[in-house]
C-alpha cells in the first residue's frame, strides 16, 4: 500500500510538472483559418502548401530550433453548413461590419457565389427564415475558435500568427475583438489574404489581395462592398494556391509579410514578472512570478525560476539541472558548476549555442556589498565626510544647516536638518541629525550600515583642533537617522566651521 501511494503521488508530480513545462514564451503558433466551403479534410491542402511554399523554405529553413519553435501549422476551422448557409454566413459577417445594407443583399450574394443562380436564389429565398439560426451558428464558431486559441496558445504563453483566406478574414476580425484579457492582443498577428474585410483589425496585421493589373482581378473580393484595396498583381483568381501561393508576386508579398509579423511578436516583452524572490544574497537565489495581465493563471504558482534574465522570456529546459528560466530565448543546459567558474560573480550558468552568449545569475548583493562563497557580505569602504557651514561671530549657539557630502558617488549626498551646540559655549555636544545609506540603498534590504569612524578632526577657522571625545552611532532601524555627537575642546569664536570625518562601514 505505501509503494501504492508513492507511485501515485510520482505520477501526479509528474503530470503536474508536465503540464507547467508548456508554459513557452519562446514559443509562436501559426494557425490557418479557411474560407467558405472547405472541409476540414479539405484544408489539409492549403495547410501542406503553406508549409512548402512559405513556412519550411523561408521561415523554418531546416533549423530545429525553428521547427520546435513554429511547429506545424495548426488548423482554425470554419465551420462548413453548406453552400448557400456558408453565404448567407458571409453575408450576416459584412453586414454586422457594416459593410454591406440589406437593399445590396442580392448583389452581395451574387458576388459571393460567384453568380450561381440556384445559390443565390437559394440564398434571397430563406435570408429571413435563417437568419437567426445563421447568427447562432456564427457566434458559437467564434466562441470554439477563441477558446482553441486561449486553451492552446494564449494559456502557455504561446504568441499566436493567424493566416486567414477569403471568409476565414471574417472570422479573425470576429476574434480579435473577443481576445481576453486584451493584453493578449499585443500577442496576435493577422496576415490575411483574399480579404473581404474593410480592415485587419489586428494591430500586428496585414493583408494582400489580387490584383494591381487592370487585366485581371480577384473575382469575388474586388466586387464587395468596402473591401481592402488590391495590393498584389497577378492573373485573376480567388483560390489560396491557384491564384495566392503559386504565383510570384502574391508569394513573395505574402512571404515578405509573415516573416515582418513574427519579428513584431518576437520584440514583445515578456507576460511574466516578479512576484517574489527567495533566497536572495545565496548561491540558491531564485525568483517566483506571476502573470501580467490574465489572474486565471496559476500554473506557475510557487515555482522557483532562474533569474537569468529576468525582463527576458520563460520557458522550461529540461537537463541534468532542469527548470524555469528566465532569459534570452534557445537556451539548453543549466549549471552551478563549471570549469572556470568565478564563484564570487557567477552562481549560474545558462549555456547557448555557440552563436549567443552564454548567460550567468550573478549573486543579488546591493551596493556595498559583494558575494563571498555562499551568501553576501558587507564590503569595507574607507572614505571622508566633508561638512561646511556656519556663520555666527560671537557665539556657537546659532549654527546654520549645512551639507554632507561624500567623496564616493555611491553614497547619497544628505542635508542634515539640526546641527546646535545646546547653549554649551565650549562647542560640546555638537549633532548631526543624519545617517549615511549607500546608494540606492533599498536594493539590498533596510537593515541600517554601522559605521565605525576610525579618526576624526575638526577644523576652526583653519586652524586644527583634534577631538577630545568620539563621534558615536546610535541604534536605529530602517531611514530613521542616527545622531553622531562631536566633541571638542576649545572655541576661538572664528565663523567659519569645517568637519572632516574619516569612516569605514565594517558591517550591516
Not at 42 to 57: D, M, V
Not at 81 to 86: K, R, S, T, Y
Not at 388 to 401: E, K, L, Q, R
Request: overall charge negative; some cysteine.
Amino acid at each position: 500500500m505505501k509503494n501504492l501511494i508513492k507511485l501515485t503521488v510520482l505520477i501526479s508530480l509528474f503530470f503536474g510538472t508536465l503540464y507547467a513545462q508548456n508554459i513557452n514564451e519562446c514559443k509562436t503558433d501559426i494557425y490557418f483559418g479557411n474560407g467558405v466551403w472547405n472541409s476540414a479534410k479539405g484544408t489539409e491542402a492549403s495547410i501542406r502548401e503553406l508549409h512548402e511554399k512559405i513556412i519550411n523554405p523561408f521561415i523554418i529553413k531546416n533549423d530545429l530550433k525553428l521547427k520546435a519553435k513554429y511547429g506545424q501549422i495548426k488548423l482554425q476551422y470554419n465551420w462548413g453548413q453548406g453552400a448557400m448557409l456558408d453565404v448567407l454566413e458571409t453575408y450576416y459577417q459584412l453586414k454586422e461590419a457594416g459593410q454591406v445594407s440589406d437593399y445590396q443583399f442580392f448583389a452581395v450574394i451574387a458576388i459571393l457565389t460567384k453568380g450561381n443562380p440556384i445559390l443565390t436564389l437559394g440564398a434571397v429565398a430563406s435570408k429571413e427564415l435563417m437568419e437567426p439560426f445563421t447568427r447562432a451558428w456564427e457566434q458559437g464558431n467564434v466562441d470554439d475558435m477563441w477558446q482553441k486559441y486561449y486553451d492552446e496558445s494564449f494559456k502557455l504563453s504561446h504568441k499566436v500568427l493567424l493566416i486567414s483566406h477569403s471568409q476565414g478574414n471574417l472570422f479573425a476580425n470576429r476574434i480579435y475583438d473577443k481576445i481576453n484579457p486584451t493584453g493578449y492582443k499585443d500577442y496576435f498577428a493577422n496576415m490575411q489574404i483574399a480579404s473581404p474585410a474593410s480592415e485587419v483589425k489586428a494591430q500586428k496585421g496585414d493583408y494582400v489581395t489580387l490584383s494591381t493589373d487592370l487585366t485581371s482581378f480577384d473575382p469575388v473580393i474586388n466586387f464587395i462592398p468596402g473591401s481592402m484595396s488590391p495590393n498584389v498583381a497577378g492573373e485573376s483568381g480567388h483560390e489560396l494556391v491557384s491564384a495566392y501561393l503559386l504565383q510570384a508576386d502574391p508569394l513573395n508579398k505574402i512571404t515578405t509579410k509573415i516573416k515582418q509579423l513574427l519579428a513584431n511578436l518576437d520584440v514583445e516583452p515578456s507576460q511574466w514578472e516578479l512576484e517574489n524572490e527567495l533566497n536572495k544574497g545565496t548561491k540558491d537565489y531564485k525568483i517566483t512570478l506571476k502573470h501580467r495581465f490574465d489572474t486565471s493563471i496559476t500554473t506557475m504558482q510557487d515555482i522557483e525560476v532562474y533569474p537569468f534574465s529576468p525582463s527576458k522570456k520563460l520557458y522550461y529546459v529540461q537537463g541534468i539541472i532542469s527548470g524555469y528560466v528566465k532569459a534570452r530565448c534557445g537556451g539548453f543546459k543549466i549549471e552551478t558548476t563549471w570549469v572556470g567558474q568565478d564563484t564570487a560573480t557567477k552562481i549560474a550558468k545558462l549555456s547557448h549555442t555557440t552563436t549567443l552568449p552564454h548567460e550567468y545569475i550573478a549573486p543579488k548583493c546591493g551596493v556595498g556589498y559583494h558575494f563571498e562563497g555562499t551568501t553576501c557580505v558587507i564590503t569595507p569602504f574607507v572614505g571622508t565626510v566633508y561638512v561646511s557651514g556656519g556663520n555666527n561671530y560671537d557665539t556657537w549657539n546659532d549654527w546654520s544647516v549645512g551639507l554632507c557630502y561624500s567623496q564616493f558617488t555611491d553614497f547619497e549626498v544628505l542635508t542634515f536638518a539640526t546641527a546646535s551646540i545646546g547653549g554649551q559655549s565650549d562647542c560640546s555636544n555638537f549633532i548631526m541629525g543624519q545617517k549615511l545609506y549607500p546608494r540606492p540603498y533599498t536594493d539590498y534590504d533596510t537593515t541600517p550600515i554601522q559605521i565605525a569612524f576610525e579618526a576624526s578632526m575638526v577644523e576652526l577657522g583653519g586652524a586644527g583642533k583634534a577631538l577630545a571625545g568620539s563621534l558615536v552611532s546610535q541604534a536605529t532601524t530602517g531611514f530613521h537617522p542616527s545622531t553622531y555627537t562631536i566633541t571638542t575642546t576649545e572655541d576661538d569664536g572664528t565663523d567659519i566651521w569645517n568637519i572632516w570625518i574619516s569612516y569605514k562601514i565594517t558591517g550591516i
